[in-house]
């Protein structure tokens, strides 16, 4: 018997494929799972539709491909953006934040809760702001304090947005996962598929302008797609953050701008320039007066 999907799912499950699809994947298999009742009376021609990694002729195939696991994140994934969420009907933001912070807990959902996180980092400033800054994880320093660019990098954001004409306590600042990982490493790709919910949850309710997505890593996991600085800089993207309410009258989405991260600034200030432009971009578009503190001579 043929599924019809609502149109949420759709668009969840086409943005996910377009992620698969940028990184290589195409193949995807349905996970298999223990029978039910309701089950047992499905027809046999939809059950014979969709290969059963079980079945032997498909098992070598499927051991020299990643799809069997990414049919799985790709089920639990859609299924937990669509799900209500305990801030859905809150509309003080605070609150909503509160909301998202509980639902979290101290959470293990993902394997960097036990490679030393000392606390987790879960976002910090103005739960109204107009302005979002999403990095990649939290460092050292970061994972110290349990605030987000509190080290080197975070001083040179805070130098950025001073630059812009703002304090950081009228922005808000997260990352795409809120636990350290170890070494300083880029998080990986499961970790962020765990984690980023939870930051997309956090920008459905803040409802920012725009966001600053820090780098490549938070680009790709916002954008759901991979390319290079040089391609993605330099201009605006649109950007809903999956499972928010696509017919919200106060929230259309918001502009997301992806200059370079400030870590990289410090290890190349030679860019400090191109980010600077990034940066006039977006408060161009927010409407602000440009700062005579000039990125540059921060
Ligand atoms: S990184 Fe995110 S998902 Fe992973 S344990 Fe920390 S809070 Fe949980």
């Not at 999403?134 to 605030?147: I, K, L, R, W, Y």
């Not at 320039?273 to 940066?279: C, I, N, P, S, Y």
Request: glycine share 6%; with cysteine.
């Amino acid at each position: 018997m043929a599924h019809v999907l609502d149109a949420d799912l759709r668009r969840a499950l086409a943005n996910r494929l377009r992620y698969y699809h940028e990184l290589g994947i195409y193949d995807f298999y349905r996970r298999e799972r223990q029978a039910t009742e309701s089950d047992a009376s499905a027809s046999a021609a939809e059950e014979s539709a969709v290969p059963s990694p079980s079945q032997p002729e498909l098992q070598e195939e499927m051991s020299t491909r990643r799809s069997a696991v990414v049919a799985a994140t790709l089920e639990e994934s859609i299924f937990d953006v669509l799900t209500p969420k305990p801030e859905q009907d809150v509309t003080d933001p605070a609150a909503a934040l509160k909301l998202i912070r509980e639902d979290l807990g101290d959470c293990t959902r993902c394997k960097l809760h036990k490679q030393g996180r000392k606390q987790i980092v879960f976002g910090v400033g103005n739960p109204r702001a107009e302005l979002m800054f999403v990095g990649e994880g939290p460092g050292a320093d970061e994972d110290a304090q349990g605030e987000p660019f509190v080290g080197r990098a975070g001083q040179l954001l805070n130098n950025m947005i001073k630059a812009m004409g703002l304090r950081r306590a009228e922005v808000y600042i997260a990352n795409v996962v809120k636990c350290r990982p170890p070494g300083n490493r880029t998080p990986e790709r499961d970790e962020c598929e765990t984690c980023s919910p939870f930051l997309m949850r956090q920008i459905a309710v803040i409802k920012p302008k725009v966001v600053v997505a820090l780098g490549a890593v938070a680009a790709k996991n916002l954008l759901s797609f991979n390319a290079p600085m040089a391609e993605l800089r330099g201009r605006f993207y649109d950007f809903m953050p999956a499972g928010a309410r696509s017919n919200d009258p106060s929230w259309q989405g918001a502009r997301l701008a992806v200059p370079y991260h400030p870590a990289f600034l410090l290890r190349d200030p030679r860019q400090k320039g191109e980010a600077w432009k990034d940066l006039q971009m977006v408060m161009k578009y927010l409407g602000s007066t440009v700062s005579s503190a000039k990125l540059g001579q921060t």
